[in-house]
């Protein structure tokens, strides 16, 4: 699998995120490309959370496994934790890993959340395990950063809108290269 070992590889990985899409599923995709979709989650959460740069990152990245692996839904999650975790980090990678576990503690713990969800999201979410037993609900919240994981898929759901403006991709260089540098100075 293509791997992403410096911030050059990963601008070019979300680069090419414009056009591209999950897997089409039965009710179509969703209404903005990979690249909007990661942008607009950024910038979601760098509103909700402005110290937080890795969540943020954790945030614009958190879809790649759809393009590393086309149609991979229930594992899309992981297989972008594994690309990025040498290059940004454990904590950018386990934020990453959650966002799929975090959509059905949230449809199975908040009864408005189903409702929230796009069409692709609910067909997605049978794949993906569907509602939790009350032990993975329990699992789930003794897992580091879970909270943080549960803010990014918020923000998730809340990223695609089509046509709404949001800083480029080049705005989130420098962000991105600070969260590199920190992670390889520990
Ligand atoms: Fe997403």
Do not use: F
Not at 76 to 98: F, K, M, Q
Not at 101 to 110: C, E, Q
Not at 126 to 153: F, K, S, Y
């Amino acid at each position: 699998m293509r791997t992403v070992t410096d911030l050059d590889a990963l601008m070019q990985l979300l680069r090419e995120g414009a056009g591209a899409h999950d897997a089409p599923h039965q009710s179509g995709t969703e209404a903005v490309d990979l690249l909007s979709h990661g942008l607009q989650c950024a910038e979601r959460l760098r509103t909700w959370h402005p110290e937080d740069l890795e969540l943020q990152v954790a945030g614009l990245v958190h879809d790649i496994g759809h393009q590393l692996q086309p149609g991979e839904d229930a594992t899309h999650g992981v297989t972008a934790a594994a690309a990025i975790r040498e290059l940004l980090g454990e904590r950018v990678a386990r934020l990453v890993e959650h966002h799929v576990p975090a959509k059905r503690y949230l449809v199975t713990t908040d009864a408005n959340y189903l409702n929230r969800l796009s069409p692709v999201s609910v067909e997605t979410l049978t794949a993906q395990g569907g509602l939790m037993t009350h032990e993975e609900v329990i699992a789930c919240e003794q897992l580091p950063d879970w909270n943080a994981g549960l803010e990014l898929r918020r923000a998730d759901e809340a990223a695609k809108s089509p046509g709404r403006v949001v800083p480029g991709l080049d705005a989130w260089r420098t962000v991105i290269a600070q969260v590199i540098s920190a992670t390889h100075t520990r």
